[in-house]
C-alpha cells in the first residue's frame, strides 16, 4: 500500500500577493509550470523537504512554482496537483526554505499556492473544488484560514464559496 503523504504547512497570512515579513511590503505573484531545470536546486541539501524531481517525474501531476512577477526565476514555494473528474488534489505543498520558521522573508505563500489550485479547479469547470490530506494537527487550521471542510479522517475539501473567496483574493486582477 502506497503510504499518502499529509499537507502540514503552516497558512501565516491570506495575503493579496505575498508580503515581505519585515516591511511589509506587497509583491505581485505568478504562479507557473515549473521545469526540471529549475529544480536543480531545489533539493534536501539546499533545505527542501521533499524531493520534487522525483515528483515531477510522476506522470499523473502538474508541479507549480511561485516566484514573484519582479523576480521570476526565485521560486518561492512549490505545489503539486492531480487533476480529478471533479477536483484537483493537492498532493505536496512547500515553502521555499527562506519561507520558513520567524527568520522567514515572505508571508503570503502557502494560501497563494492552494488560491492557485482553487483558481485551476474553477478554469477546470469544477467549482474551484481542491482536496488534500492534512496532519491531524492542523485541520483546525485550515478549517479556520481556508475555510477547508474536514471530511472525516484526514481528508479534507474546498467547497465553491471559499474557493471563491481565496480566487477573488489572490486572482481578481489576473486573467
Not at 539546499?46 to 522525483?54: I, L, Q, V, Y
Not at 502538474?62 to 512577477?69: A, R, V
Not at 521570476?72 to 515553502?95: A, R, W, Y
Not at 520558521?101 to 469547470?125: E, F, H, R
Request: with cysteine.
Amino acid at each position: 500500500m502506497k503510504k499518502e503523504k499529509y499537507i502540514d504547512i503552516w497558512i501565516d497570512k491570506l495575503t493579496n500577493s505575498i508580503e515581505n515579513s519585515i516591511s511589509g511590503e506587497i509583491f505581485p505573484t505568478i504562479v507557473t509550470l515549473v521545469s526540471m531545470t529549475e529544480l536543480k536546486f531545489v533539493t534536501k541539501l539546499n533545505g527542501w523537504n521533499f524531493n520534487w524531481r522525483a515528483e515531477l517525474k510522476k506522470k499523473d501531476r502538474q508541479l507549480y512554482k511561485l516566484t514573484t512577477t519582479h523576480n521570476p526565476t526565485i521560486i518561492q514555494g512549490l505545489i503539486s496537483l492531480k487533476i480529478e473528474d471533479d477536483h484537483v488534489f493537492v498532493n505536496i505543498i512547500e515553502n521555499a526554505p527562506f519561507n520558513i520558521g520567524k527568520s522567514k522573508l515572505y508571508k503570503g505563500v502557502p494560501a497563494n499556492l492552494i488560491a492557485y489550485a482553487c483558481k485551476l479547479s474553477w478554469d477546470l469547470g469544477n467549482q474551484g473544488a481542491v482536496a488534500f490530506v492534512s496532519k491531524t494537527k492542523l485541520i483546525k487550521h485550515y478549517e479556520v484560514s481556508l475555510g477547508a471542510l474536514h471530511l472525516g479522517n484526514q481528508r479534507m475539501v474546498i467547497l465553491p464559496m471559499d474557493a471563491l473567496n481565496l480566487i477573488k483574493r489572490y486572482f481578481l486582477n489576473q486573467k
